[in-house]
Every structure is written in structure tokens, then in C-alpha cells.
């Protein structure tokens, strides 16, 4: 989720405020690394649909769903994707295609 908050953010480049975290101290996450997960730059600003923000990209796009309630059956943007977390980014092709959020 926080590579999801990071992008949503205005512009090509953000900030992510990491709270309880040091100041200063790094924190790298594997969804950081384009080896696995590479987006491209942003082609719009993000949109609401329903409980979910949604963000498009060049090759691909990000979803959060920022409340405390299911985002059950939400269409993905693309009429079919794979849907990643960080659980499964790393072995992307396995994930099956699908038309809304589970």
C-alpha cells in the first residue's frame, strides 16, 4: 500500500509522510525496485470510483481503497488485469485475470 499512496500524489515525483517512523531513517520496499514492478510515468491524475482511487499509468495502473469497508466488485480500469499486492508482485504472470476487485 504505501508504493499505491506514493503515487497517487500530484506531478511525476511525491512524497510519503511515514509517521511513527524516524526522521530521516530510509525504508525500502520491493515494490520500489522496477525489476519487478515498473508502472512508467503517470498519464492522468487519479479518480474516484466508488470506494477505490484509481490511477493510470503507461504500463499499468494503481488502485487504494482508503476506507474502512470492501471494495467488493469494483470494475478494474481495464476491463481485465491482474491484481497485485505485495504478495504476488514478485510472481506477477501466476496471478489470475480479473474483471473486478476481489
Do not use: C
Not at 492522468?44 to 477505490?52: Q, Y
Not at 469497508?69 to 481495464?78: L, S
Not at 505485495?86 to 476487485?101: G, T
Request: net charge negative; hydrophobic share 40%.
Amino acid at each position: 500500500m504505501v508504493i499505491a499512496l506514493y503515487v497517487m500524489g500530484p506531478g511525476e515525483y511525491n512524497t510519503a509522510d511515514w509517521g511513527q517512523m524516524g526522521e530521516g531513517e530510509y525504508h525500502w520496499f520491493d515494490e520500489f525496485d522496477p525489476h519487478y514492478l515498473h508502472l512508467g510515468k503517470a498519464v492522468g491524475v487519479f479518480e474516484k470510483r466508488g470506494l477505490v482511487y484509481f490511477r493510470e499509468f503507461e504500463d499499468g495502473w494503481v488502485a487504494v481503497n482508503g476506507e474502512d469497508k470492501d471494495a467488493i466488485g469494483v470494475k478494474v480500469p481495464a476491463g481485465s488485469a491482474r491484481i497485485l499486492d505485495h504478495r504476488n508482485f514478485k510472481a506477477w504472470r501466476a496471478a489470475p485475470l480479473q474483471e473486478s476487485l476481489p
